[in-house]
C-alpha cells in the first residue's frame, strides 16, 4: 500500500496562536477573513455594550484593519490571537473614553430620573430589576479609572479570563487581579445603590 503523505497544515484563523507574521500574501485575505469570522461578532456585542452598536462597528473595523497592519509584531508566544485582538480594540476605545463616560454618566442620570418619578408615585419597592441596577451601576463605572474600568468589563462583559485580560492590557496577571479585588471592593461601597453590582468571579486558564 502506497504510504499516505503527511497533510500540511494551512494557517488557520481558527488555531489560538496564528504565525500571522509568517503568513503569505495570498493567505492574507483568507486568514483573516476567517479571523474577521471568528471573533467581529464577540467584539462588537462587547464594544457596544461600552460605547453603543454604530461606533462599535467602525471600532472593530479598525481593529482589524490595525491588526492587518501591525500582523508582524504579533507574537504567538505572548498571546492568543483573541487576546491581542481585545488589547487593539481596548487601545481604539480608550480614544471614545470622554464619550463613554458621558454615555455612563447620561444613563445614570435617567435612571435617577426614573426612581424620583417612581418615589413620587408610591410605586418603590425592594426590589430593584435587573434593568434598573444596570443603569445604575452605569454611573458607578463612569467614576472608575480607565485602566480598572477596563480589566472590569473585559472580565465581566467580553468574558476573558484574567491571564487573557493581562495579555490583551500587556500587563501581569497579579496587576489584572489586585485592579479587580480593589474594583469589587469600591463597587460594594454602591450597593446600596446599585444591587447586586458584582461581576462574575474571575477566572484562570
Request: hydrophobic content about 40%; aromatic content about 4%.
Given at each position: 500500500?502506497?504510504?499516505?503523505?503527511?497533510?500540511?497544515?494551512?494557517?488557520?484563523?481558527?488555531?489560538?496562536?496564528?504565525?500571522?507574521?509568517?503568513?503569505?500574501?495570498?493567505?492574507?485575505?483568507r486568514v483573516f477573513g476567517r479571523l474577521f469570522d471568528e471573533h467581529a461578532g464577540v467584539l462588537?456585542?462587547?464594544?457596544?455594550?461600552?460605547?453603543?452598536?454604530?461606533?462599535?462597528?467602525?471600532?472593530?473595523?479598525?481593529?482589524?484593519?490595525?491588526?492587518?497592519?501591525?500582523?508582524?509584531?504579533?507574537?504567538?508566544?505572548?498571546?492568543?490571537?483573541?487576546?491581542?485582538?481585545?488589547?487593539?480594540?481596548?487601545?481604539?476605545?480608550?480614544?471614545?473614553?470622554?464619550?463613554?463616560?458621558?454615555?455612563?454618566?447620561?444613563?445614570?442620570?435617567?435612571?435617577?430620573?426614573?426612581?424620583?418619578?417612581?418615589?413620587?408615585?408610591?410605586?418603590?419597592?425592594?426590589?430593584?430589576?435587573?434593568?434598573?441596577?444596570?443603569?445604575?451601576?452605569?454611573?458607578?463605572?463612569?467614576?472608575?479609572?480607565?485602566?480598572?474600568?477596563?480589566?472590569?468589563?473585559?472580565?465581566?462583559?467580553?468574558?476573558?479570563?484574567?491571564s487573557e485580560v493581562a495579555e490583551a492590557l500587556d500587563i501581569p496577571a497579579g496587576t489584572v487581579?489586585?485592579?479587580?479585588?480593589?474594583?469589587?471592593?469600591?463597587?460594594?461601597?454602591?450597593?446600596?445603590?446599585?444591587?447586586?453590582?458584582?461581576?462574575?468571579?474571575?477566572?484562570?486558564?
Amino acid at each position: 500500500m502506497t504510504p499516505v503523505p503527511p497533510r500540511t497544515e494551512e494557517p488557520s484563523a481558527g488555531t489560538e496562536r496564528p504565525d500571522l507574521a509568517g503568513l503569505s500574501q495570498p493567505d492574507l485575505a483568507r486568514v483573516f477573513g476567517r479571523l474577521f469570522d471568528e471573533h467581529a461578532g464577540v467584539l462588537h456585542r462587547y464594544l457596544a455594550r461600552r460605547v453603543g452598536a454604530t461606533t462599535a462597528e467602525d471600532l472593530v473595523g479598525d481593529t482589524f484593519v490595525i491588526a492587518l497592519q501591525q500582523r508582524k509584531s504579533y507574537d504567538p508566544a505572548r498571546a492568543g490571537v483573541r487576546s491581542w485582538l481585545y488589547g487593539i480594540a481596548t487601545n481604539l476605545l480608550r480614544h471614545y473614553l470622554r464619550t463613554e463616560v458621558r454615555a455612563l454618566r447620561a444613563t445614570a442620570r435617567a435612571a435617577g430620573q426614573s426612581e424620583v418619578h417612581e418615589e413620587h408615585a408610591g410605586r418603590v419597592t425592594d426590589r430593584v430589576d435587573a434593568a434598573s441596577r444596570a443603569r445604575q451601576l452605569a454611573g458607578a463605572l463612569a467614576e472608575l479609572a480607565p485602566g480598572d474600568r477596563d480589566v472590569l468589563l473585559l472580565v465581566s462583559w467580553a468574558e476573558l479570563s484574567t491571564s487573557e485580560v493581562a495579555e490583551a492590557l500587556d500587563i501581569p496577571a497579579g496587576t489584572v487581579r489586585s485592579r479587580l479585588h480593589r474594583v469589587r471592593r469600591w463597587l460594594r461601597g454602591h450597593a446600596a445603590i446599585t444591587g447586586s453590582a458584582n461581576p462574575r468571579k474571575d477566572h484562570d486558564d
